[in-house]
């Protein structure tokens, strides 16, 4: 029954060496979103896609980019993660944009950077 | 980036008693959502609003939109220890596809 699912659970990466996190979903939703969680934050959007189209957010910094081959898929990519990257990353989906489209999160990773 | 501010940023309350969390913005919102977040988990959606002025109830919650959309608020009454988490609001900006969180509410229920 996983509807957004996340890979893997937990991510541990040295500082600098680039890192993919992924998250696919069932759910034919064709909005995916990014967020970073610091701790005892609250989610920070960091970009999503509409069908292909990519949306960045304006403070996103570089470093981060992402892909979505297909509806199903959708990466991030960190290039160089620096301990400031730390974090748990959210992939959450949400139907055509519609007013009061709900989001479904994925479970999250967490990223260690050492 | 479009501010959503909560309130209190930390509640700590004994079992039964009530408690309201606020969230405000300067920014109109197409429809607001209420998560609730464990650690290690992701967010879990407790409800939606669209209407301004809107009410929900779900058992011991109660969700109110504000009338001009721009805030919301999240009451639960006999609060137990099952409901500590952490409590967050996302509207969505009115041009659709985005969602940007509030600061966080995190509650903590002592038995």
């Known amino acids: 029954d996983a509807m957004v699912i996340q890979n893997p659970r937990y991510q541990v990466t040295q500082f600098g060496k680039p890192v993919t996190l992924s998250c696919s979903q069932t759910?034919?939703?064709?909005?995916m979103y990014w967020y970073q969680q610091k701790s005892s934050q609250a989610p920070k959007l960091l970009f999503h896609?509409?069908?292909?189209?990519?949306?960045n957010e304006a403070d996103t910094p570089d470093n981060f980019q992402s892909r979505r081959p297909n509806t199903s898929f959708c990466f991030l990519d960190i290039r160089s993660p620096g301990l400031g990257d730390a974090a748990m990353y959210l992939c959450?989906?949400?139907?055509?944009?519609?007013?009061?489209?709900?989001?479904?999160f994925g479970p999250g990773t967490r990223l260690t950077v050492l | 980036t479009q501010l959503l501010e909560q309130s209190p940023q930390f509640l700590s309350i004994q079992e039964g008693e009530n408690l309201t969390v606020y969230c405000n913005s300067s920014?109109?919102?197409?429809?607001l959502q209420w998560y609730r977040q464990e650690p290690g988990e992701g967010p879990v959606l407790l409800v939606t609003?669209?209407?301004?002025?809107e009410v929900k109830k779900l058992k011991r919650l109660t969700f109110q939109f504000g009338d001009a959309r721009k805030d919301s608020s999240l009451h639960i009454t006999a609060a137990q220890p099952g409901d500590t988490g952490l409590y967050l609001c996302?509207?969505?900006?009115?041009?659709?596809?985005?969602?940007?969180f509030g600061t966080g509410t995190s509650l903590t229920v002592i038995p």
């Open positions: 959450a989906t949400s139907s055509d944009g519609t007013s009061g489209a709900e989001q479904f």
């Open positions: 759910l034919n939703h064709n909005v």
């Open positions: 896609y509409y069908d292909k189209d990519f949306n």
């Open positions: 920014s109109v919102f197409s429809s």
């Open positions: 609003v669209v209407t301004g002025g």
């Open positions: 996302a509207g969505e900006e009115e041009t659709g596809n985005q969602f940007y």
